[in-house]
């Protein structure tokens, strides 16, 4: 793996990414994977964003409109099925990352997406059915995804904001759900993880720490967010990461 190296556009892509995690829920792995995997390789960038990412997720899924138990607790029990197809979906992606060329998940990703937010934009909500069926299919996608390409909120978010105008439920659930994936990735890229230079933790670890920052930030940002913007404003999130 090469030594990763502290330069001026990482802070910045860091810093805007946490910011916008902390306003909108989403986007950090999405806008990280998107500027390093062409320095680095898209599996050697998962690495490299794995805990800050985690961090973040782990920070919105916990903290913020009740406390931390009521926040870990609720949504555990309640989606405990999503969680679970996730868990195999993401199990699922890391072995694609690994056999084969992401791309090709990555060109049908954006197509699919694409397609959700321009429709959505439009005014042509698509309401996806709030079954079991549904969930668990929409669960083992995301995961299947998020495990190969680290783009979980993609997908899910095309899920959440079907079933759900609650900013807080989709921020949290979310959050859990992509934390679950870097779980995942780390105990299946645990021998890649382990090669990782110690200058490079060094520097990951200030990015962790400037990140944490910016989801802090941002997340005061978002909190005076009315419902409505925060739904226009995560569509073109979407749209522009297509």
Known sequence: MKTLTLEVWLIALFLVASLLHGIAGMGF????????????????AIIIVLIPTAVLNLIAWLFGNGSIWHNFSHYLRKYWMLIVV?????ALGVY???????????????VAVLWYAIMSLLGKKIVLPNNLVSLMII????????????????????YLLSISDDKFTIIKLGNLCYFVN???????????????????????????????????????????????????????????LA
Do not use: H
């Open 29 to 44: 792995p999405l806008i990280t994977i998107g500027a390093l995997s062409s320095p680095y390789g898209l599996a050697e």
């Open 86 to 90: 996730s868990v195999i979906g993401s």
């Open 96 to 110: 694609l990352l690994l056999v084969m060329n992401s791309a090709y998940l990555m060109l049908t990703l954006a």
């Open 139 to 158: 669960g083992l996608v995301a995961g299947v995804i998020g495990g190969a390409t680290n783009a979980t909120s993609s997908v899910l978010l095309m």
């Open 182 to 240: 870097k779980l995942v990735q780390a105990i299946i890229l645990k021998d890649a993880i382990m090669s990782v230079p110690s200058q490079t933790w060094v520097v990951i670890a200030f990015l962790t720490v400037l990140s944490v920052v910016g989801i802090v930030l941002g997340g005061r940002l978002g909190s005076c967010l009315p419902k409505e913007k925060f739904r226009l404003l995560t569509l073109v999130i979407l749209l522009l």
